[in-house]
Structures are given as C-alpha cells and as structure tokens.
C-alpha cells in the first residue's frame, strides 16, 4: 500500500526509475536500491518474530529476501506495463499473505489464511472485471449493408 500509493502520485517518472535501475543500472546502482529493502524486509520479519506472529525458528534474512522476490517481481511486472497498481497491490498481498502463513504462529494462522482466501477473492474479482472489459472492448462491429454497385452489376464490353 505504501509504495503503490507513492507510486501513483508519479507512475511515468517511477516507471523509468525502476526500469532504469534494473534494466542497465549495473549491480553497484541496484545495490543502492536492494540493500536498503533488505535491510527493512528483515527488520519487519523480526518484528513479527518478536511479537508471535512468526515462529521462532523464522531465519530473517532468508524470509526477508523470499519477501523482497515477492514485490520486486510485482513491481517489475508493473515496470514492464503489464500490472496496473491496482493489481500490482492486490497480487503483493496475496504472495506476502501465502509467504507469512507457511511460518504463522498458531496465534496467527487463522487470520493470514482468512487473509489469503480474501485476498484470492479479491484478485478473482480484479481479473474478472478485466475481462469483461476487455470483451466488451473487443466487441465484433456490426456488419454494414453494402450497396450493389452502380449499374446492376453486369459487365461491359
């Protein structure tokens, strides 16, 4: 929600960013980027570990990187012109959802499988409005009636 949020107030400007960034940026200018979001990811894992939320034997670093894949996969896609910020939001809760119940405490697995089958409606709801929009848009034309041509048609000589 954060970045999609971010992201829309500028979508062209942070397109180009991102696409610059991963596409010919070189690994020291992605560096700057993915350093930083590691470091975030793993800090908000722990924190989850600390209050129960995940279990104990969650290794931060590994879960915060499956994390990181999660939305830079998303965001990529989104890069690339194939996500709207809607569905890029919608498929980053989902895949964070499916990540954090594989490690859930008890205390929270009732809630993150609630929140992965919300999100799985909400993402069948999403495509399904695209499509209709899009058949809707790819409606056939109506056939138009043609005149004959001028002069019966018959051939001169």
């Known amino acids: ?6 992201y829309a107030a500028s979508p062209g400007f942070y397109r180009a960013l991102l696409f610059s960034v991963y596409n010919d940026g070189g690994t020291e200018f992605r560096s700057m980027f993915s350093g930083t979001s590691h470091a975030i990811w793993k800090g908000l894992v722990e924190q989850a ?4 939320h995940l279990a104990p034997e969650t290794e931060p670093n590994a879960f915060a990187i499956n994390l990181g894949h999660v939305f830079f996969a998303c965001i990529l896609e989104w890069v690339a012109g194939q996500l709207s910020l809607e569905e890029l939001e ?19 697995a009732g809630r993150l499988r609630e929140r992965v089958v919300t999100m799985q409606k909400k993402l069948w709801r999403f495509w399904m409005k695209k499509a209709a929009e899009a058949a809707e848009c790819q409606e056939a034309p109506k056939p138009t009636r043609r005149r004959a041509p001028s002069g019966g048609g018959r051939a001169r000589s």
């Open 90 to 108: 919608l498929r980053v809760h989902y895949g964070f959802a499916l990540a954090l119940g594989g490690f859930a405490t008890e205390r929270s």
């Open 49 to 52: 570990i600390a209050a129960g």
């Open 1 to 6: 929600s954060i970045a999609t949020s971010l």
